[in-house]
């Protein structure tokens, strides 16, 4: 009897230690989704800022070239044609690939297994002054005529300040995330500013003027409208509003960061809604009586008194919407035309975060400088969320603390 | 008189805004049913798709989304309810319950597409689980472990102390009051988050795309290593690419009605429970 009963708090222990852990479980995986994240963000410095396993090479009489990415994709799209622009020798740029190695030489001249190759790529690059040559390491050209140009590792600086995103970009991949970031912040704002004046009446309307019945109808409403997945969001705006948006301003194009951001606006709405009505409803009777008895109208009462009784309610709202509208995917990447250009008014193109990560990461091979960035992006919406979850964190204490 | 005025105007534009709100939704709905109705049949709901997805069904997806449920609350519903057992009934107020309150509210605002990053550097790549209905299960699993942590921890914060006390007075122990008299009181409200949980798994995209979804399948999965379809896959899939738009926006609309119509009636479901737990709770 004895025995049976230690045996039982034996249990009894373990079982406790078992919750204990689980109730750790959630701290263990934001850890975890951290270090998986920044590991792979972080490898994306280590690679060099030119393909992986290839070269680029110049004649040797070509010197003081200091060659960004930015201007090797000038030269490698023909947009620079001397040297001389790049404070190199006074010739226009020849630029040589493998392709163009064999087709100058037989195939007898080369070998059957590639072995005069080398020489053959020495060659070209040390006859012609102003050539540039894009080679596998492994037919490298060599010799004294030769200079290979150092190969720089990818730069954080480049990443924040970079204003193109090429990921495929060859020679050079362009790791710009400057467009991603205005892309999402137009996108979300934009949402944000439909949003908050539509949520913020709803919200008065629920806690203040809506009757019982009324609530009973809107409450499971706004729920729905927070429960429908956010690809059927997507794909609603994709069939239904973008026709609209260009039918009614006219454009060649209806996917738009406007469309996008009507349907985060939508999306936006049950958070930024239930969040400031909690917030208004949690004003005490005590205030709005005593507000109504100095002869103030309801509404008087409504914006001189609970609104700013329950401001941070209020903002707290808002930066959780921001945080929904930021982070979204599907929907976005379904409406908003996907273009990774820096934009320029509300009708344009463009490409969030969230949505290059889906896009992309499909088609980017495991462990190369792309898929690394998309981590890196990944780590930047982490930051971001992270910071946003905080920040309202902090309101909401500050709140509860002055009252 | 002015201010009369004033409050009038603004009365009325906030009920034209909760009427604008009612009116989204029903549009939304409505549009989808619509075309969403003439498709659906029988044998939409229970065969392959064929002709490159123009004709045919999206059995495959329903399956693999009922899978990913499954997979996924398989995980994460026993950890959750345990998490949050541990939080309300034994941690006490401390600097420690704090951290993890404010670490499960971090993991519920990251985005979804993060998951999706995690999930495929963890599960498909380093566990080498590969593109599986495992790898997605344990990606969605940590997804909706915030509600369901949150909707117990609520559940349990709703049962007075003096069931507590009492079940102690009578010699029971810590666990024994836990199992047979916090939780069963509990139950139907842990049943709400679950159900909640199934909507949220059922309409994700962005942590599969990477971690379990494929874009078709000439068979059924036989295995947990397997790839599955998942029907919010399959309607983006459907809604963006394709050659035959006509044809496929068809099938596109029947799987949004058949999404949504999930989606709503687990809603509809939990809403219904937590009326039931509300009237009980008044006498």
Not at chain 1, 171 to 188: H, K, N, R
Not at chain 1, 199 to 215: C, D, F, K, N, P
Not at chain 2, 168 to 185: C, D, E
């Amino acid at each position: 009897m004895i025995k049976n009963k230690t045996f039982k708090s034996i249990i009894e222990k373990l079982i406790e230690k078992v919750f204990s852990i689980s109730g750790l479980l959630t701290s263990i995986l934001i850890v975890f989704i951290c270090y998986f994240l920044f590991k792979e963000g972080i490898g994306f410095f280590k690679n060099s800022t030119i393909e992986n396993g290839y070269g680029l090479y110049v004649n040797s009489k070509n010197k003081n070239l200091n060659l960004s990415s930015q201007d090797l994709k000038q030269i490698f799209d023909g947009n620079i044609s001397n040297w001389k622009e790049l404070n190199g020798i006074n010739k226009s740029i020849e630029i040589i690939r493998i392709d163009d190695v064999f087709s100058i030489y037989s195939e007898e001249e080369i070998g059957e297994n590639y072995e005069n190759l080398s020489s053959k790529t020495s060659e070209l690059i040390a006859n012609k002054e102003g050539s540039i040559g894009f080679f596998p390491i492994e037919y490298e050209p060599k010799g004294s005529r030769v200079t290979k140009l150092p190969t720089n590792h990818l730069k954080l600086s480049d990443f924040l300040r970079g204003k193109e995103w090429l990921p495929t970009a060859t020679p050079a991949p362009l790791f710009g995330v400057l467009p991603l970031i205005y892309g999402t912040l137009l996108v979300s704002f934009l949402a944000i500013l439909i949003a908050v004046p539509l949520g913020l009446g709803v919200a008065i309307y629920l806690s203040e003027l809506a009757s019982a019945s009324q609530r009973k109808i809107m409450k499971p409403i706004i729920e729905l409208l927070a429960g429908i997945p956010s690809v059927v969001y997507g794909f609603f705006g994709l069939v239904v509003l973008s026709p609209f948006v260009q039918k009614i301003f006219n454009l060649p194009i209806g996917e738009t960061a406007l469309t996008g951001s009507l349907i985060l606006a939508i999306m936006a709405l049950p958070t930024i809604i239930s969040v400031a009505e909690d917030a208004m409803r949690n004003t005490p009777r005590s205030m709005r009586e005593a507000s109504l008895a100095l002869g103030a109208t309801h509404w008087q009462t409504i914006y001189k008194v609970i609104i700013p009784y329950s401001k941070s309610g209020i903002i707290t709202a808002i930066v959780l919407g921001m945080g929904r509208a930021i982070g979204e995917t599907m929907a976005v990447l379904m409406v908003t035309g996907n273009a990774a250009i820096i934009p320029h008014s509300i009708f344009d193109s463009v490409r969030t975060i969230p949505a290059t990560i889906a896009a992309e990461l499909g088609e980017a091979p495991s462990g190369e400088a792309h898929y690394q960035a998309l981590f890196l992006l990944g780590c930047v919406l982490f930051t971001i969320t992270m910071i946003i979850s905080i920040v309202s964190e902090l309101i909401s204490k500050k709140s509860y603390k002055k009252y | 008189m002015n201010k009369k005025i004033n409050q009038k105007i603004a009365f009325l534009l906030f009920k034209l805004f909760g009427l604008v709100v009612i009116g989204i939704l029903i549009g939304i709905l409505g549009f989808i049913s619509f075309n969403g109705l003439k498709v659906i049949n029988w044998e939409f709901l229970t065969s392959n798709p064929k002709e490159g997805m123009t004709s045919g069904g999206i059995f495959p997806a329903i399956l693999g989304t009922f899978y990913l449920i499954v997979g996924s609350l398989f995980i994460a519903f026993p950890l959750g309810v345990m998490s949050a057992i541990y939080t309300i009934e034994y941690a006490g107020n401390g600097w420690l319950i704090k951290v993890i309150r404010m670490m499960t509210n971090n993991l519920a605002s990251i985005p979804s597409i993060v998951f999706g990053l995690f999930g495929m550097s963890l599960f498909v790549n380093k566990l080498k689980f590969g593109d599986s209905i495992l790898a997605g299960s344990l990606t969605l699993g940590i997804l909706v472990l915030p509600i369901i942590i949150r909707t117990t921890e609520e559940a349990l914060k709703a049962i007075p102390d003096s069931y507590r006390t009492g079940s102690y007075a009578l010699g029971a122990s810590k666990l024994q009051t836990i199992r047979k008299v916090i939780l069963p009181s509990a139950t139907p409200n842990i049943i709400t988050g679950l159900i909640l949980s199934i909507g949220r798994v059922s309409g994700e995209t962005a942590p599969i795309l990477f971690t379990v979804a494929a874009y078709f399948l000439p068979q059924l999965p036989s295995s947990i290593f397997d790839q599955v379809m998942a029907l919010p896959y399959h309607l983006y899939v459907l809604a963006t690419s394709g050659t035959d738009i006509v044809a496929t926006r068809r099938m596109a609309y029947g799987t949004a009605l058949v999404l949504i119509f999930i989606v709503l009636l687990l809603n509809l479901l939990a809403a219904l429970i937590r009326r039931k737990i509300e009237k009980k709770s008044k006498y």
